[in-house]
């Protein structure tokens, strides 16, 4: 692998691709949507708020003129949200060769889905699993297709509470967020699995932004800590565009294998340049991971067709 620094410069020509950014409308997924618009790919940006979604497709416009961009409302957190852009998605294209499961919430306190889930867990897993799962067919007729799932530092400290889903006997909201971070690292390895095993031509891969100074991360703090951290986060953060790099590097680098986990290559993978990083042994187990999905086919109804069972 070559020791040159990766940067956007890097990416190669997307003209003729079509990508699938959720969350595109702020932070890492806006800073993904940007730089791929900006090499010619048409991109889909997602956002829960339709005129947050346009106002940041307009600002790209007005970088890149000739972007070919448009604006989809997708809410995660609800799976009836998540099965009606996926089947207007589906009437309206024949293929999709790129998608960037970037969407999240992060610390938020206690609260259920409309379909009575933890929301960070419904946000950060159950709506990427279940979108991924229905957009396979799309996937599966692209060009080079991938799928690029965002994990967090995060992951390091989770574990998955399969006897209280719902935080409703013990609540921590950072505990809960690391919960859904594992379980992404968890989804997107066994998913390279299944598709390896049946031969798909779609990658499956990971990405961690390291320690950005995005939104969320100031969202997901109290109040006293959000104040001080726009003293403190600048000193040990790295920019958006930093951040967005290792999701851009595993869903366009030519050498990116399925299964690779993309993060800085810094201290504690806090900041750096876009490397190949390892996720910690509790995402790789086996057992966990099956379990992991047959519940989560069984929370959103969504039961994955791949290769030749597609």
Do not use: C
Not at 104 to 116: C, D, I, K, N, T
Not at 137 to 143: S, V, Y
Not at 198 to 205: C, D, E, I, K
């Amino acid at each position: 692998m070559s020791t040159k620094q990766w940067t956007a410069a890097d990416i190669p020509d997307q003209t003729g691709r079509t990508a699938l950014v959720t969350g595109a409308n702020s932070g890492l997924g806006f800073e993904s949507a940007r730089a791929l618009a900006g090499r010619g790919a048409h991109v889909i940006m997602t956002s829960r708020s339709a005129a947050k979604g346009r106002q940041a497709s307009d600002a790209i416009r007005a970088e890149f003129p000739r972007a070919t961009l448009e604006v989809r409302a997708l809410d995660l957190e609800d799976l009836d949200s998540v099965t009606a852009f996926a089947e207007d998605l589906i009437a309206d294209r024949g293929r999709l060769d790129l998608l960037i499961n970037n969407a999240g919430v992060m610390a938020p306190p206690r609260s259920l889905s409309p379909q009575g889930h933890e929301r960070q867990f419904a946000t950060n897993h159950l709506g990427h699993f279940a979108l991924t799962g229905r957009l396979m067919g799309l996937l599966e007729a692209g060009r080079d297709p991938r799928v690029v799932t965002v994990s967090s530092l995060a992951h390091r400290h989770g574990q998955i509470h399969f006897d209280d889903l719902t935080g409703a006997r013990q609540y921590s909201a950072t505990g809960f967020y690391s919960q859904s971070k594992l379980a992404n690292a968890l989804f997107g390895l066994e998913l390279d699995r299944r598709l390896r095993a049946v031969g798909s031509p779609v990658r499956s891969l990971l990405a961690h932004p390291g320690f950005s100074a995005t939104r969320l991360v100031a969202n997901g703090l109290n109040l006293p800590l959000r104040v001080l951290s726009h003293l403190v986060l600048p000193f040990v953060t790295q920019s958006q565009e930093a951040g967005a790099l290792p999701q851009l590097r595993a869903a366009v680098d030519p050498g990116a294998q399925s299964g690779h986990y993309y993060g800085p290559s810094g201290k504690g993978e806090r900041k750096g340049d876009p490397v190949v990083v390892d996720t910690i042994p509790e995402a790789k187990d086996l057992e966990t991971a099956a379990k992991l999905w047959t519940l989560s086919e069984e929370l959103t109804g969504v039961r994955y067709r791949l290769g030749a069972d597609a």
